[in-house]
């Protein structure tokens, strides 16, 4: 059998194409968004490792790895100590980790059905 060659642009292009496939699988394992990009937002901002802020949260690298990714959930006694680390309100970390709590519970559903038990925990909480 003859060995059909399609030169370096068709590999590049198929090389690009499975890079598309694994990123918008990785994008599907994502659960939890907007605490994570924060954390490894302000990370950046401060010149830090991810292995330093691994020692700081008493975790190892790969798992403070996957809580920037938005794989793993980052616990709620760690939004105080990276509050106070990144001198920025506690409030609004807590405020982003909830939201991603929300967003895990919410992901898979329907987009209808999601919109809909968005407002009612709403006028549930206004109602109190």
Request: charge should be positive; aromatic fraction near 10%.
């Amino acid at each position: 059998m003859q060995k059909m060659h399609f030169g370096k642009g068709f590999y590049a292009i198929n090389v690009l194409l499975r890079i598309n496939e694994v990123y918008k699988d990785m994008k599907d394992k994502r659960i939890y968004g907007l605490f994570g990009c924060r954390i490894k937002e302000m990370r950046l901002e401060h010149g830090l490792k991810q292995r330093q802020l691994a020692e700081l949260l008493e975790t190892d690298k790969p798992m403070y790895s996957k809580m920037e990714l938005g794989a793993r959930r980052v616990r709620r006694d760690m939004v105080p100590k990276l509050a106070e680390l990144y001198q920025v309100s506690e409030k609004e970390l807590m405020t982003l980790w909830l939201a991603d709590g929300v967003y895990a519970t919410l992901k898979w559903e329907d987009e209808d059905l999601r919109l809909k038990a968005i407002d009612l925990a709403k006028e549930y909480f206004l109602g109190e």
